[in-house]
Each structure stands twice: as C-alpha cells, then as structure tokens.
C-alpha cells in the first residue's frame, strides 16, 4: 500500500496523470473501434493543441504563484489580428498578432509587478477588457481569410503528422527544457516557492513574472493564430471560457495554485487527459450533456486522489 | 570561549557610523554605530522592536538608511539590494526559513547566482559539486540533491548557513539562529561559528539567550528603542548589566515559587499512541501542578498536545480529562470539555494578525461575550481590559492589529485568549520562542500564577532553563516516546540531556518508561 | 446512468455493426449549441426520431457547444469515423469553411442546416437546407410596416452578434424596412444573444431611454417575449407592437393573446428532417439544389389557427 | 538610484494634514468614486439621474447583487464560488418548470431545497474534505451546467398563465413604490451585513479567511463554518433565482451563464480582498451598483454595449490598487 502510494505520488518516472491518461487510452481502445488510429490520435493532438499551448504558458505563471485568466480573451484577439489583417500581408498579420499577445502579457505582467494588485483580479479585468478590445476592433463581425494559404497550413503535415500538433509537441518540449534547466525556470519556481527569499537571493521577482505573463501572452497568441489557422478566420467570441480549461488542465497535471511545485509534462498530460476524454467521449456517443457532468466529477475526483496521496505531507493535523 | 583576543584591537572590517532609518510614523533607528572585527563575534542585543533586525536589514541591503554611513574595509558603499551586500561579502542567516521548499539542497544554496552555461543553463554539474564541498565543510550528513521540502528543521538551518558560505563573506550576520534548535543541536552550530571565526569573518550574532552570548561572544553592543546605548566586552560584564542596558531598568527576576500544593489528577494520558508520530505515551498533570515536557524538535511533544486537543487522530491509548475518557473529534470539543493551548507558532496558530486586540482575546470564547448569537461590544471590552491590566499587554488601544504588536504582547494576547475560556488545562507549547528577556520573565511568573490558582498546566519547551524553572516535574520525550520522568528540583542536566537524546540507562524510571 | 448510457451506447453500435452489412448510411450531425434553447433540443430530438424511422440510416449526433473550434474537431472525428455525409449547422458561417472543405476534399459530402455558410464555402458543401433568414427579416419588416400603418419609432434586438442567422434576419428587415415603409424609423439595435432575460434588460433600458416606441422587432420569439415582459411591467405594451421570428410557444400564445403582432413560423421538426432528407437524397445519387428553403411563412393573430402551436 | 528614491518620496502620502482626508478617502474611496461617476455620467445624459433610470438600473443589478451578497460571504471566509452562475440556471429552470407541475409554493420549496443541496454538496468538498475552493467550484460549474441540461432536456422551460400566479410577485411587483428584487436585495444585504458584523459566527468567519489555522487553534469549527458560508451563497442564489424566474416566467438552460464573473467583478471593485478575513457586505452593494451603472451610462451616452468592459478592465484595477498604495503608502511595489 505504501509503496504503491509512494509509486502514485513519487514524480521519480511516471505522474500520476498520465497513469489515468493511460488508463483512459486503454478503456476507450476498448469501446470504440475508432479510437485508436492514427488518424484519431492526429486529431487529439490537434484537438488539444489549443488548451495546450495555453497551459504551457500558464503552468509557468502558475508555478510562479500567479495566474492568468486573461488568455481565452487573448487567444480571440491575435486570431482576429491574424484574419483581419491578412490584407496587409500574412506576415505581418502573423507577427502583429504574436506581438499583440506579447503586449498584452507584458501590460498584465508589469500591472502586477509593479502595483503589487493579485494576479487572479488584474487577469480578471484583462479577460473583460480584452475582449472588449476585440469587439471595438471586429466590429462584432467575424472575419475570414481570403487566403488558403493560411488554411491550408493548418491542415499540413509533415509526414504523417499535422503541423499543428508538431507545433505543440516542439513547443512542449522546449517549454519543459527552459523550466527544468535554465536559470530563468529554476528563478520560476524559486519564486513561486517563496517569493521572499527569491528576492534576498538578489532574484528580480518581478521581472521574472513579468516574462512569465509574457509567455503565456506569447502561447495565448500562438494559439490563436494556429487556430485561425483551422478556421481560416476568426469569430469575436473565440477563447470564451478557455481559461477554465487551461487551469483544469494545468491543476490535473500537477500544478499547484500556491505556487512553486508543477512541471510541463505533468501539464501535457492534463491535456491530453481533457482531450482523450473528449475526444473517446464523441466517439462513444455520450451526449453533450452528461459529458459536462462527467468532466466536472472526474475533476473533483483527481483532486480528492491527489489530496489523498499527500496527506503525510500535510502533518496530518486536522486544521 | 576559544579566545580571538589576538583580534581585539584588530581594525573594525565593518562600521556603521550614524545610521538612521525612518520608517512612516517611526524612527525605527537613530544615529545608531556599530563595528565588527575581523574573526570577532559581536553580540547584538535589545528587547524585540528595539531595531536590531532593522539594522540588520540596513546592512544587508534590504533598506536603505536615510541617513548614516557603512564602512566595509575602509570604503564606504551603499548597497541596493541584498544580492549586492552578499557579493560584497556581508551575509545574513535569516530568523525565518527562506529556503524554497520544492527546490534541491544545491539550489537553494546557490539561490540567485547558480553556476551558468552558455544559453542560461543550469550548470548541473558544477553546481552540485560546488554544493557538497560547502556541505561537506559544514560536516553535513545529507545530499545537495534532497529536497529541503524533506529536510528536518535543524538540517534546514545547516542549508541557510551554507548558502552564506557561497561568496567568501568577510561578515556574517545570524539572527536567532537557535530559536528553532533544540540544546542537541546548538552545537553544531556553535563548530560552524568558530569555524567561520577562525577564517576571520566578522560575526554578527543576534539572540535572546544570554547564555550563549556569553558562550560565543567577544563583545556585545545593545539597542533599545532604535537607540545605540553601548558596547561592552563580554568578559568584562554580567547578564544582570547587560540586561540593564537593554531594558533601560533593572529587571524584576523571576522569583516566583513554583506551585506546591496539588489536587488530583486532571490529565491522564496513558499509552497514547499516533501513527508516525508517537507511541505508548503516558503521563499525569494534576490540577494545581505544572509539567514540563523536554525534548528535542521532532521528538513528538507538540504532537502530543496537538492530540490532546484534537488536532489529531490517535490509533491507540486514553486521555482522561477529570478522570473522565474523552476522544475530542475537534479543538471545538476539546475547548468546550476546558481544554487550551497555546501554539508552538504564534503568528501562524495562535493569531489572525489581520485582526484587532480585542477580536483576538475573545475568539476561542465567543460564546461567553454574546447572546443569541450578537457580540456584546462592551463585555468584549471587558474581557480585553481585564487581561490587557493583568498582564500589563502594551498596546495602544484594543483596535491596535496583532499583526502591530512584539512578539512578547502578542503572546500576552494568545494566553489571555485562553484564560477567557476559564480552562481546566492549559497547554503552553514554547512560550516563550522569540520573546524578549523582560516579557519572558513575565510570562514565567504568570504561568506559576496560573497553577498556583488552580489550573493544571503542562509546558513543552526545548530550553532547559524554562523546564527547569517554571516545572514542579518534568517529562522527558525522544522520538516519540516518553523516555524519563523527573521531579524538577532534583534532576541533573546530563540526565536531561541524556533522556532526550535517547541515550539508555539514563534513570531507573527512564528504563520503566521505555517499553 | 453513465454506465447505463455507455452499455446502451456500446450495444447500440454492436447492433449497427450488424445492420451496416445491408447498405447502411453512416451520417454524422454537429449542431451548434444544443440546450441552449429549445429550437435547437427540438431540432435534435427530431432529428433522432426521423433518422430511427428509418431503417437505412445510422447518425452520430454531436453538439459543438457553440465553440467554434469543437466545431471543427468534430468535423474532423466524423471526417475520421468514415461517415457517409456529414450535417452540419455552423456556429459560425466562416470559420468552419475549412473543416467543410477537408470533409470535402477527403470525399464526404456535407449538407450545412439551419444557418447558412458564407459565399466562399459554397463550393466545398453538396446542400444548403434550412430557412431563407433574409427573406424572414423582409417577412417581419412588412408585417411592422402592416402594424404601425407605416409610420413610426421602433427598436431593434437582435440576436448574438457575428452569427449568421442574426445578421441575416437583421439585414433582411432593415433593407425591406427602408424600401417598403420609409416612414419607421429604427432608433437603436442592441443584441441581446437569443436570451430573454437579456432581452427583458435591454428592452427596459430602450423604454427608459425613449418616451415613445411603437414598434420591437426582436430576432427571435424568445426575445421578443422578453421584450414584451419588460413594456408590460412598465405598462406600455399596448402602444407597442410586437414582432419576431421563430415562433416560440409563448409567442403563439402571446399572438393569441393580442399582445404580440406577429411573427415567423418556423419548424424546427420540418428544418430537421429537410435537411436528413437533402443528406439522403445526395446520398442516393439524386439531383439536389444548392440551396434548399423550406417554408417559413409569416403568422398574425389572423391566421394563428392554421398553425399547431410550437412544442417548444 | 537615488533619484529612483526620490521619486518613491514623493509618492509617500506622510502628510498629516492630507492625512485625514486620504484615510477618509480609502476606508470610504469607492463610494466616493462612485458619487463622482454618477456626477459625470449625468452631465452627459439627463436621462441618467432620472427616478425611472435609476430604478431600472437597480432593479437589473439586483440578480448580481443577491447572489454577490452570498458570495462574499464566501470570499471573506477565504474561499471562492465560481458555480454560481451554474447554480442560478439551475435553480431557475427548476423553479420555473416545477412551477406548472407542482404549484407555485412546492416549486419554490424544492428549489431552495435542491440549490441548498448543491450547495452542501460545494461545502462538503471544500469545507470538509478541504478541497481547493477555486478548483472544486470550477469543476462543479461544468457539472451542475451538464445537470441543468439533463433535467430539462434542453428545452426552454415556461410559465403558462403568467397572468394569474402570485409568483409574479417576487420578480414583477412593487411594494412602496420599490420592485421587489431591489427589495430583495437590500433586505439580504441588511441582513447578511449585520450578521458578518455583529455576530459570533460573523467573527468566526472574518477569523477563518484571516488565519484558518489559528480560527481552528481557537476551537472554531472550521469545516462547519466554511460549508455554512456555501449553503448561504446556495441561499442567496435561490433568492435570485426566484426573482429571475418570476421575472421572465420562462427560462433557457443557460441563463445564468458568466454571472459568477460579474458577480467577482462587483466584489472585487467593492474592495473585499480576495484573500479573505476582509470585506463588507455594503461595499459589494456598491460595487454592483457602480457596474450597473457604468453600463447604463455608457450605453445612454450612445457607446456599444462592449464599451463597459474595457471601462471594466481600467477601473476594477485601479481600485484595488489605489486601495493597496494607500495601505503600503507607495504606489508602486519596489522590488525589481
């Protein structure tokens, strides 16, 4: 019993989300006959690539101590700048959008460093500004690219695999590079593990989050283009509610909203654990309806497990 | 007590010449000058809100003086942030934790200066490397890869010492460093200081316990009220003089007797046993009578008093209250049957620092100053006065924030708290960590005032002094079991030590004890 | 329950996997936000009932949510699941024009329902079936002509902005209106998202803001008896001619009531099965139109009787 | 370097004779701010200041205002609700629809029953099983949207004879010249502020948002108060539930969707930290009200409807972090 909860809790190889993305790869092998392809398998990560290119970003805020609730609003700009500024130039579409994620990032970034005001209400605020800034820009109007060009590159592939999914798994990868080994991922959660000694360590608090929220603006955009992308345009309520999805995401991987403790590949497995759900639920024809409760009930669950396992770390004191 | 004086009239590594530093509302520092020698340790004393951390803080870069001058061998310089004193080779060991839990042994001692490569990577290697060496110059027996989230409080402390070994520091400043050691475990940390002495770092030592300053120390200045009011040598002075300087009075010892009559037994508590944390526990308090338990941190006492009070569950064993068998589901229960405690951690347990005076004395007896339900302001004022004149809580007035107040008021606070339950058994877990010498005193002489009225009492502490002074009998506890029990006025210090530290054969009793 | 659902789902597809041998027709449906209202739950369950009427047809219902890019994963995962043809009812008529043209392109015909796609989409999809929305904005815009004996105020609230059959219904009503009756004038439009209690707050700030308004042109029933509640509860309802589309249940009934004008009469049981029908017919190889309307005619308190009430 | 100081300097609001004034300002800074926007905003309509406007602005907050009473109880006790928009769809489709089925006063009764019950279900978890209260209710947001939709089926649930129910009354009716809901509202808040002030349990909950630890090392029982706090925002969202359903006498599955942000909004610009073991039932009227009011004004200055979001955005941060400068007594934060 001990060692298997040892086992379940030790990051040593395997999280224990990815031990329930297994388990759920297995069971709906099992229930559908078209789930395991490679076809199929293409679509989920092409599925998840937009919750997770948001979580990779937000798993860096939130291990920081922060978060963002600012990036469905965000993501909904850059797929609109990208769109509507096709005229101009896919380039410059492209790069305004990327910029405009970097620039919204960075306002959030700065706000909280510098007027010390809680991540949670300024990224509360930017998630209703943000999204009116789209609605001033659009017009309430959808857009659409004329170009299928843009399009087509969100249905490419390379060799078998779609760009897009590509994409993501590269980005992963490098996001889980730059927490583990470099200065600026261990300062992440020197940060978020105890923000005071960071600053006595001659650590720049402040600029470190203020590049975190720029991460996330940067993915948040990414996102939004690559998804445009799939659409060839954009729609002014795209993202809407994202950001619950992200952190759902986030916290099934592992992160924790305290800060200081999380890691990227706890975070793809989240994802990927939403998006198998999803996905193998389609495909075994669960309604709609009953989908949302059970996304909600197995949220709930992982986190009683989770609790559960870390309760020896707790002091097992009844406060 | 290993004579520096080849040291003594060494030129000063350090001054600081005239520092000021006000704070809105406050002058937190005065004019306040201060040397230290190389391989000197220089004691700095005053009451708690007397500006010692304040001056500390000024020279370690985390305030800026308004006013004054530092002097680091000959040069005079500002410091900016802290991260530029420690390059510069002042350090300081903080009195809190500031390790970062989830972070390895070697990251957080080279916390903010990690060994780079190209492309800002972590330089894995060298960093650990680097790491064990400084480890191992401190004889420490864990790995720079543990986590320090895994690491006992003293191993913790042993992490902070280290990360001021990093920069070769020319000064270092150790703000209580021994509040959260137990007797084990100064030692150690004494070899460290010597150590450190030897190389020629100037050390600054900052600590409530006049026995070790007298142990460590060469000199010793003292503060009072953000006041510079002197330097002495340590061998040329006494504790009752330098407590002098400190509280500007001479102070009134605590020369109450200890209770002596006894009734019957309140507390039993009889081969208590908690998963993990202790096992075949038992002792007795009686009404009237006061008991210390000894022993080392992690020993289990806190523990204990934790299930008494029903913060935990326990797996085997009974605890009568008044001879009666209780199981307390909750501190609810365990305070309604009259039980109190006062926590080990003042600010985290014992307070909400976000609340007012008045707010923090009435909240475990809520129901006393209400009816149906509605406070009654002025009974709650009531309450708040009588225990703010009995126990002469220095506070400006009831809406005063805990938050605001020394640590010794605050405690004041915590125990009033508990008297306004009117309990039958009030458990006073380390009553004294972090406060001054003269609201020691005081709370000591309260505590035999409290037994001699009545209530029964039991006291952990880790400071054999307290144990010895406040107890009629001591209990002592090692890993989580009660090895050695003992009448307080006649026991020896090497029997004390050796029951807490496990060593057999100690005491016949000692030997009944263990099963 | 869940367990039920998933045992009843899985046997219900083992025994299509028997069926499939005799030429079953595998069509996959995403609707666009199911349970957002009741034309759409309507619409599905209809759906359903048409398709198991039939022996020949096998469906997988999916709802998009009203998220544009599930949408386009649920194209895909049908894309993915081989089916015949695939129904779809955009959430958006843009954004899901590369989905449709992948289903397109990898050989799977695809019939848009309900709310149609823009110009640039019209070549990747086999159909179009469902209501002609500008023809029931001029509908509506002559009825209001009708009502206010052409001349007046009016105020406009229409449904979520950027959606198709919004934007179709308002244009269609504002173009008739200016050509037909030049003599209303629409003082302001705010959307209010199909909702009716936003609907309700948006009509009580238009009768604080304007001390005369003759006329509400809602883009749906629902909506439009949102509105009504709110002049009701002012007391101005009866200056106020109410008119709307989609009839709703209580628009019929407020049509029969005398406090509503009119409306559109539009079936969802009917758009369902329309567009089932056009999905099947391009399957057997027929000639299909492009664009299939079905009829939506206009309902008054004259003609109220002709029509069942709306079950929704 | 010392410039940068100086600068600092010059922030630090250490004057005595501004002093007054300044500490005026924080404790009573949003309802000032809230007298001088509703001064510009009727400068540039006069239909702003009206008796009807003002009523009907209001009457339209008072759905958010109910359900934020509730829920800063909740944040006061250190927590979060994110469920509530959820629950008040719930809740009003169940009333409405049971409303025909079972008579007016049974519906009414098993909705509050059923809304209590999810509440207690949010307590449990997070009171007892002591659960991450942002993380629970986020999950149980997309579960009790999912139950909404199972009951009714998705259909849009209906009154029949909306004339002749005195159900009408808690959405429609007036009772001195003042409608109902804002009734409502008021006497809740009223209510819940004199209990989060004068009583005992009041005091426990300030204790437990400011120091759950010591609230338990003082014998509060804590689990039982913070499940108490979601069975009070489960009430409160009932009581909104009553006056929406009554108030459209229909219902879509979906009504009560985003609520849980507005109702944050109107909390946070009130000024009730979200930390917890602070706040006040009276700031969140007013911060509801100076949403609503926004709102109103901007649309009858003739801007969008979007337009109060990115007015949302600016000043929604700007309170929270005037009210921190004035505690710190710097404007910014000077760590780097």
Not at chain 1, 294 to 310: C, S
Not at chain 3, 11 to 37: K, P, W
Not at chain 3, 40 to 48: K, L, N, P
Not at chain 4, 23 to 35: R, Y
């Amino acid at each position: 019993m001990t060692t298997l909860k040892s086992f379940l809790r030790g990051g040593a190889f395997i999280q224990p989300i990815w031990i329930f993305v297994i388990a759920l790869f297995v069971f709906f092998s099992l229930m559908s006959e078209y789930f395991l392809s490679l076809g199929n398998i293409n679509n989920i990560l092409v599925q998840t690539s937009t919750i997770g290119l948001l979580a990779l970003g937000m798993t860096y805020v939130m291990i920081n101590g922060n978060i963002d609730l600012s990036v469905g609003a965000t993501l909904g700009l850059a797929a609109s700048l990208a769109v509507g500024l096709q005229p101009l130039g896919l380039t410059v579409a492209v790069l305004a959008s990327l910029a405009a994620g970097i620039v919204i990032g960075a306002i959030n970034g700065l706000i909280v460093w510098k007027t010390g005001v809680n991540a949670f209400i300024v990224t509360l605020g930017a998630m209703i500004g943000v999204r009116g800034l789209i609605f001033v820009y659009t017009q309430e109007q959808s857009f659409y690219a004329s170009n299928f060009a843009f399009v087509d590159f969100g249905a490419s592939t390379i060799g078998p695999f779609p760009v897009l999914a590509i994409i993501f798994l590269a980005c992963t990868l490098i996001m889980h590079l730059v927490l583990k080994k470099t200065g600026h991922g261990r300062n992440t959660f020197a940060v978020g593990g105890n923000p005071e000694a960071a600053m006595d360590a001659g650590i720049r608090i402040g600029r470190n989050m203020l590049i975190n929220f720029i991460i996330v603006g940067f993915f948040a955009a990414l996102a939004g283009v690559l998804l445009a992308t799939q659409m060839g345009a954009s729609t002014p309520n795209l993202g809407r509610d994202y950001e619950l999805w992200t952190i759902t995401a986030v916290v099934l991987g592992g992160t924790k909203l305290t800060g200081g403790h999380g890691s990227i590949s706890g975070t793809l497995g989240g994802v990927l654990a939403i998006g198998i759900l999803r996905n193998g639920m389609n495909m075994m024809q669960v309604p709609a309806f009953y989908v949302l409760v059970i996304l909600g009930a197995i949220l709930i669950t992982v986190l009683i497990i989770d609790q559960r396992l870390n309760v020896p770390t707790a002091k097992g004191v009844r406060a | 007590m290993t004579a520096m004086t080849q040291n003594a009239e060494a030129r000063p590594v350090l001054e600081l010449v005239d520092i000021t530093k006000r704070f809105p509302g406050v002058v937190a520092l005065n004019k306040v000058s201060f040397d230290v020698r190389p391989g000197e340790v220089h004691a700095l004393l005053g009451e708690n809100g007397a500006g010692k951390s304040t001056l500390m803080k000024v020279l370690a870069g985390k305030h800026r003086p308004n006013g004054g001058k530092i002097i680091l061998e000959d040069e005079e310089r500002v410091f900016d942030t802290p991260k530029e004193a420690k390059r510069s080779g002042i350090v300081l060991i903080h009195q809190e934790q500031s390790l970062v839990p989830e972070m390895s042994v070697a990251e957080n001692i080279f916390l903010g200066s990690t060994p780079r490569k190209w492309g800002n990577r972590v330089d894995w290697k060298r960093l650990h490397a680097d790491s064990t060496e400084i480890l191992e110059r401190l004889k420490c027996d864990f790995s720079s890869r543990d986590l320090v989230s895994s690491l006992s409080i003293a191993k913790k402390q042993m992490v902070e010492i280290a990360r001021a070994l990093v920069f070769t520091p020319k000064i270092v400043v150790f703000d209580e460093p021994t509040a959260s050691l137990t007797d084990h475990e100064k030692p150690v940390l004494y070899d460290v200081i010597r150590n450190l002495q030897a190389q020629g770092v100037g050390i600054v030592y900052i600590s409530h316990r006049m026995d070790e300053i007298f142990q460590l120390s060469q000199r010793i200045s003292v503060l009072r009220d953000g006041e510079y009011t002197g330097t002495v040598n340590t061998a040329e002075t006494d504790e009752e003089s330098v407590t002098q300087m400190m509280i500007g009075r001479s102070l009134e010892l605590d020369h109450a007797s200890k209770p002596s009559e006894f009734g019957g037994p309140m507390l039993e508590v009889r081969g208590l046993t908690v998963k993990g944390v202790c096992s075949d526990v038992s002792f007795t308090v009686r009404k009237g009578e006061i008991v210390g338990m000894y022993g080392l941190v992690g020993a289990g006492r806190s523990e204990v008093a934790e299930t008494i009070f029903g913060l935990r569950h326990y797996t085997a064993g009974e605890i009568r209250l008044d001879g009666q068998v209780v199981d307390f589901r909750s501190t609810h229960d365990a305070v309604t049957s009259g039980i109190a405690l006062v926590p080990e951690d003042r600010k985290d347990q014992g307070l909400v620092l976000g609340m007012n005076c008045r707010d923090n004395m009435t909240l475990a007896g809520l129901s006393t100053v209400s009816s149906f339900g509605f406070m009654k302001s002025r009974d709650e004022r009531a309450v708040y006065d009588r225990y703010q004149q009995a126990m002469k809580i220095k506070s400006p007035s009831w809406r005063q924030r805990v938050g605001n107040l020394s640590g010794g008021n605050q405690q004041k606070i915590v125990i009033g708290k508990w008297l306004h339950t009117h309990p039958r058994l009030l458990i006073l877990d380390e009553p004294t960590r972090g406060i001054d010498v003269g609201s020691k005193a005081e709370i000591h002489a309260l505590i035999k005032e409290l037994a001699r009225s009545g209530y029964a009492v039991l006291v952990i502490s880790s400071e054999m002094p307290e144990v010895l002074g406040v107890s009629n009998r001591i209990i002592a506890m090692y890993d989580g079991r009660v090895t050695a029990e003992f009448d307080a006025d006649n026991v020896g210090e090497d029997q004390l030590v050796q029951a807490i530290t496990g060593m057999t054969g100690s005491t016949p009793q000692a030997a009944g004890a263990v099963v | 329950m869940i367990y039920k659902t998933a045992l009843a789902t899985s046997v219900m597809m083992l025994s299509a996997g028997l069926v499939q041998a005799e030429e079953t027709y595998r069509i996959g449906i995403t609707q666009n936000n199911v349970g957002v209202d009741s034309y759409q739950t309507t619409y599905e369950s209809a759906f359903e009932a048409a398709a198991a009427g039939m022996d020949n047809v096998e469906v997988v219902v999916l709802d998009a949510g009203g998220d544009v890019a599930r949408q386009i994963g649920q194209v895909r995962n049908l894309v993915q699941q081989r089916m015949d043809a695939i129904i779809i009812w955009p959430t958006n008529g843009q954004a899901v024009i590369p989905a449709i043209r992948q289903a397109h392109q990898s050989g799977i015909p695809v019939v848009v329902t309900n709310s149609k796609i823009a110009e640039a989409g019209l070549d990747y999809i086999a159909a179009f079936s469902g209501p002609d929305n500008v023809q029931q904005g001029a509908s509506s815009a002559e009825m209001m002509c009708e009502a206010l004996n052409g001349e007046g105020q009016i105020v406009q609230i229409a449904g979520q902005p950027g959606y198709t059959t919004a934007m179709e219904r308002s244009q269609g009503f504002e173009d008739r209106l200016a050509e037909a009756c030049p003599g209303v004038e629409i003082l302001e439009t705010q959307p209010a998202d199909w909702n009716r209690e936003k609907a309700q707050r948006v009509m009580e700030n238009f009768l604080t803001k304007y001390d005369d308004i003759d006329g509400v042109y809602a883009g749906d029933d629902n909506m439009g008896v949102g509105a009504l509640n709110a002049a009701k509860s002012a007391g101005r309802a009866d200056e106020i001619a109410f008119i709307g589309a989609t009839n709703f249940a209580v628009g019929y009934e407020a049509i029969g009531n005398g406090e509503y004008y009119g409306s559109i009469y539009q079936s969802p049981v009917d758009d369902a099965e329309a567009a089932l029908q056009t999905a099947l017919d391009i399957l057997a190889g027929k000639e299909v139109p492009k664009m299939n309307f079905f009829e939506t005619p206009k309902i008054t308190a004259d003609n109220l009787t002709e029509f069942d009430k709306p079950v929704f | 370097m010392a410039s940068a100081e100086d600068v600092k300097q010059g922030f630090m609001l250490s004057k005595n004779q501004r002093a007054g004034l300044l500490s005026f300002l924080s404790a009573q800074g949003i309802l000032v701010f809230f007298l001088i926007s509703m001064l510009a905003f009727s400068l540039f309509s006069e239909q702003f200041l009206s008796q009807s406007n003002i009523m009907t602005v209001v009457r339209q907050a008072s759905i958010i205002g109910i359900i934020a009473v509730g829920v800063t109880v909740v944040i006061i006790g250190g927590n979060l609700d994110l469920s509530v928009g959820s629950m008040l769809s719930f809740s009003t489709v169940l009333v409405v629809d049971l409303h025909d089925k079972i008579g007016p006063t049974n519906a009414i009764l098993v909705m509050f029953a059923m809304t209590l019950l999810i509440g207690a279900v949010n307590g449990f978890l997070i009171g007892f099983m002591r659960l991450n209260s942002l993380i629970v209710t986020l999950a149980m947001l997309s579960a009790i949207q999912g139950l909404v939709l199972i009951y009714s089926g998705g259909q849009n649930v209906d009154i029949a004879n909306q004339g002749d129910t005195w159900f009408a009354f808690f959405g429609r009716d007036y009772v001195a010249g003042i409608a109902v809901p804002v009734l409502l509202f008021g006497l809740l808040a009223v209510i819940v502020q004199v209990v989060m002030s004068f009583t005992g349990y009041g005091r426990r909950i300030f204790a437990i948002g400011g120091n759950p630890v010591a609230a338990v090392y003082s014998g509060i029982r804590k689990n039982w108060c913070v499940f108490s706090t979601y069975l009070i925002s489960a009430f409160c969202v009932a009581c909104a539930a009553l006056v929406l359903g009554s108030r459209v006498m229909g219902s879509q599955n979906n009504v009560g969707q985003g609520y849980e942000l507005l109702v944050l909004a109107g909390i946070i610009l009130g000024g009730t930290s979200l930390l917890g073991g602070a706040g006040s039932i009276w700031k969140t009227v007013i911060g509801v009200l100076i949403l609503g009011f926004i709102q109103n004004g901007l649309l009858l200055m003739g801007y969008p409807y979007y337009a109060q979001w990115l007015v949302t955005w600016v000043i929604i941060i700007l309170a929270v972090w005037l009210d921190l400068a004035y505690k710190r007594k710097h404007l910014f934060t000077t760590h780097s």
